[in-house]
Nanobody, 126 residues
Framework: QLQIVESGGGLVQPGGSLRLSCAAS????????IGWFRQAPGKEREGVSS???????????YYADSVKGRFAISRGNVKNTVFLQMNSLKPEDTGVYYC????????????????WGQGTQVTVSS
């Protein structure tokens, strides 16, 4: 059974860090691009970061301007898991973070992804 599960969210103070994980079962993440999206209350879903399929375009990554230099996406040493390291968090980073899987290219377009997790809440507040 194909399943995507996000974890690692929580409450953190401004300036703090979190590492989100996206774990898949039932298929290999290596063959697909992975995207991280977030949705804040009352706002549209936003593409935060993505990474291309493992052997496609040499692991090209994408970052939204709002997170460049603070967030880093990676295919970690843990099998079938992709991470989003989030540093220097700001209150505006608050939202539900979703992992999405599909296609080969790193892109912030949600229509490019076929499979979605249920999301993990990130709250940045003092």
């Amino acid at each position: 059974q194909l399943q995507i599960v996000e974890s690692g969210g929580g409450l953190v103070q401004p300036g703090g860090s979190l590492r989100l994980s996206c774990a898949a079962s039932g298929f290999s993440l290596d063959y697909y691009a992975i995207g991280w999206f977030r949705q804040a209350p009352g706002k549209e879903r936003e593409g935060v970061s993505s990474i291309s399929a493992y052997d496609h375009n040499k692991g090209t990554t994408y970052y939204a301007d709002s997170v460049k230099g603070r967030f880093a996406i990676s295919r970690g040493n843990v099998k079938n898991t992709v991470f989003l390291q989030m540093n220097s968090l700001k209150p505006e980073d608050t939202g539900v973070y979703y992992c999405a899987v599909g296609g080969e290219d790193a892109t912030p377009d949600p229509l490019a992804y076929d499979y979605w997790g249920q999301g993990t809440q990130v709250t940045v507040s003092s």
